[in-house]
C-alpha cells in the first residue's frame, strides 16, 4: 500500500479530531474527550506550538470506505529528563483499523524517533494501557522498557477542584 | 521560616545541578544523572526552551550548613491531552531535607499550578515511584489521582539503541 507521512497543517485539525475519537473508542473513554478542531488549531502551530503532529495519507483511490485519505497521525511534543536532557514524548499513535499490518504505525513511530534525534533527544517516551496487550508488545518488541513494571512509576494527576485548590495556594 | 519563590535563571543552573543530584540520591538512582548545568542552561531560556523552572531561596542568614540558600525547586514543561488540551508537567520538586516540613514544597507546586492556569492548562501530572509513599501521599491528600493505580497506564521509554534503530527506520 502507499502511503506517506507528512507534517500535520491547520487544515489536517477536523481530521485529527475525529482520529482522536476513533483512538478514544479504542482505548474505552470516548466520553473523556472534550477536545475540538478549534482547540488543535489554536494550541498545535506558531512559536508557542504545544504539539506537534505527523499524518499519514494514502491516495484518493485507496482513500476508506467512508471516504478519508487521512488515515492515521503521531502526535508529539518535547519534554524534559534531569537525568538525561531533552526527549521526545508521542502522546498519540493511530492508524484506522482498516489500514492496519500495513507498517504506516511504524512508519509514523519511526518518523517521531527521527524528528526527536534530529533536535537531539536522548529518549522516546509515550504511555500505554495495562490491558492494551497488542501495543504493549508492539513497543517492547522494538526495545522499548517498561518503566512501571520495571521501576515503578506512577502517573498522577490533578485536575478540576484539586488543581484550583492547589493554584490558590500559591503564595 | 521566611522564603521566597521566584522564575529561575541562568546562574541558578550550578544549584539545579547540584539539587538534581540530591534528589537522585534520595529516588536511589545517582548513576542515572548525566547532565550537567551546562545543558540546563542551553535548554532552559530564550524562546525554545524545552523546560522552566522555579527556585525557592531563603536569606542568608537561614543559608543551610554548606552555605546554600537555594534550597528547593520545582522543573515543568507545558505538554498536552488530545482528550482535554493543555497540562503542565513537573517533572521535578525537591527541598533540601533540613528545610522540610515548612511548606517550601506546598508553595512551590502551587505556584507550578497557577502558572500553569495562567496559561490554561487543565491538569497538572507528575510522576512519582510507587515504593515513595510520603510522597505519593502528599499528592494523594491534595486531592490527585493515581492513574496508574486507577486507569492503568504505563510509562514506556525508548532509549539508546531502541531509539537509534527507530529512527533508522523512517521511511
Not at 475525529?18 to 466520553?31: F, G, Q
Request: proline residues 4%; aromatic residues 12%.
Amino acid at each position: 500500500m502507499k502511503f506517506t507521512i507528512r507534517e500535520g497543517k491547520p487544515e489536517d485539525c477536523k481530521d485529527i479530531e475525529r482520529m482522536i475519537m476513533e483512538l478514544a473508542v479504542y482505548e474505552k473513554m470516548p466520553d473523556q474527550v472534550k477536545i475540538s478542531h478549534k482547540e488543535l488549531e489554536r494550541d498545535g502551530f506558531g512559536p508557542n506550538a504545544y504539539y506537534k503532529f505527523l499524518v499519514a495519507e494514502v491516495p484518493e483511490e485507496q482513500k476508506s470506505k467512508d471516504g478519508y485519505t487521512k488515515v492515521g497521525y503521531a502526535l508529539f511534543f518535547y519534554t524534559y529528563s534531569t537525568w538525561k536532557g531533552r526527549v521526545v514524548y508521542m502522546e498519540d499513535l493511530y492508524v484506522m483499523p482498516e489500514y492496519r499490518g500495513k507498517g504506516i504505525g511504524k512508519a509514523l513511530m519511526a518518523n517521531v524517533a527521527k524528528v526527536g534525534k534530529e533536535k537531539e533527544c536522548v529518549r522516546l517516551q509515550l504511555s500505554v494501557l495495562d490491558w492494551n496487550k497488542p501495543s504493549l508488545e508492539f513497543y517492547l518488541a522494538k526495545g522499548a522498557e517498561d518503566l512501571t513494571a520495571k521501576e515503578g512509576w506512577h502517573h498522577i494527576r490533578f485536575h478540576g477542584e484539586a488543581l484550583n485548590n492547589l493554584a490558590q495556594e500559591a503564595p
